[in-house]
């Protein structure tokens, strides 16, 4: 079956950066969507970014100009560089997989990223 893995999340101070991977494997296509989101304390999950197959990205407002999303779609991987994280960053990170073979989305189990002030 679809397994989602992230990977990358760790303690880093305010400012600093971080790389976050996720790695899909079980199936034999590649994603139509892949998107990273978060659930801060006592928080909903938000979107944090996507990208297609076709490159498109789309951030939320919140972390324009300092996260990127890239991935290969050949490899079913996703990237997500943060940079100038903040406190407010902090939040258990995940991973969704989408192809619209699936009746489903596919998610990662969650990688934690704690900033510190």
């Known amino acids: 079956q679809v397994q989602v893995v992230e990977s990358g999340g760790g303690l880093v101070q305010s400012g600093g950066s971080l790389r976050l991977s996720c790695v899909v494997s079980?199936?034999?296509?590649?994603?139509?969507?892949m998107g990273w989101y978060r659930q801060g304390p006592e928080k909903q999950r938000e979107l944090v970014a996507t990208?297609?197959?076709?490159?498109?990205?789309n951030y939320a407002d919140s972390v324009k100009g300092r996260f990127t999303i890239s991935g290969d779609n050949a490899k079913n991987t996703v990237y997500l560089q943060m940079n100038s994280l903040r406190p407010e960053d902090t939040a258990v990170y995940y991973c969704?997989?989408?192809?619209?073979?699936?009746?489903?989305?596919?998610w990662g189990q969650g990688t934690q990223v704690t900033v510190s002030s």
């Open positions: 990208i297609t197959s076709g490159g498109s990205t």
């Open positions: 969704k997989w989408v192809n619209s073979y699936y009746a489903r989305d596919f």
């Open positions: 079980g199936s034999i296509f590649s994603f139509n969507t």
